[in-house]
């Protein structure tokens, strides 16, 4: 079974700094997607960014981009220019690229901003 | 565009109590989705629906029951609440299961005595 580890339960940057959020998971499939959702205090998910597995770019969206490491089944996030916004849970989750539209969830990175 | 609303926003209930969660959406998606979101995990699928008519079961569908109304509606159903459904409950909807993007509710925030 496929399963998605958040290593980090939490994390602290200084505004205006670069953060990564750890994130590995585990699948014996060749073709699937991975994303990175943000939960800021309102509750509401948000998507920030997706990878598709068999693209080897890493995807980019204004601050935001991932490291996806294939072969080592790690998809991290990078957060430049960190702004007291980007408070939140972070949570990166696993999708099959096949009729099982199933999203596997690691448990979330709770990312604190310092003025 | 309200996207994804969910009633009621809170909720105590006591064990063996029922109750219904709504939940609507306005984009026009065919599918939708429950969570439920638990401390220090992520979330876990309940059911969900891949279009209008049809339900299926997820990773934790024990204790509840769904019904997708309409394409606009999908609620979640609590016959006997139990402690162990204390938690976050998350509405989520797409334009088919197979689209990248889910588009998530406000959640409940549902806690049993």
């Known amino acids: 079974a496929q399963t998605v580890t958040q290593s980090q339960p939490e994390m602290s940057v200084q505004e205006a700094e670069t953060v990564t959020l750890s994130c590995t998971y585990d699948t014996s499939e060749s073709d699937y997607y991975l994303f990175w959702y943000k939960q800021p205090p309102s509750r509401q998910m948000i998507l920030v960014i997706r990878?598709?597995?068999?693209k080897q770019q890493n995807a980019t969206e204004n601050r935001f981009s991932v490291n996806f490491q294939k072969a080592a089944k790690s998809f991290s996030l990078k957060i430049s220019d960190s702004q007291l916004g980007d408070a939140a849970m972070y949570f990166c989750a696993y999708r099959r690229d096949d009729s099982n539209y199933q999203l596997i969830w690691g448990a979330g990175t709770k990312l604190i901003i310092k003025p | 565009n309200a996207g994804v609303t969910q009633t009621p926003k809170f909720q105590v209930l006591k064990t063996g109590q029922s109750m219904t969660l709504q939940c609507a959406q306005d984009?026009?998606?065919?599918?939708m989705y429950w969570y439920r979101q638990d401390p220090g995990m992520g979330l876990r699928l309940i059911y969900y629906?891949?279009?209008?008519?049809?339900?299926d079961k997820g990773e934790v569908p024990n204790g509840y029951n769904v019904s997708r109304l309409n394409k606009r509606e999908f609620s979640l159903r609590l016959e006997s609440a139990a402690p162990s459904q204390t938690s976050v409950y998350f509405c989520?909807?797409?334009?088919?299961?197979?689209?990248?993007?889910?588009?998530f509710g406000p959640g409940t925030r549902l806690t049993v005595t």
């Open positions: 990878q598709e597995a068999y």
């Open positions: 629906s891949a279009s209008e008519g049809t339900t």
């Open positions: 984009m026009n998606h065919n599918s």
């Open positions: 989520a909807s797409s334009v088919r299961t197979e689209s990248y993007e889910q588009y």
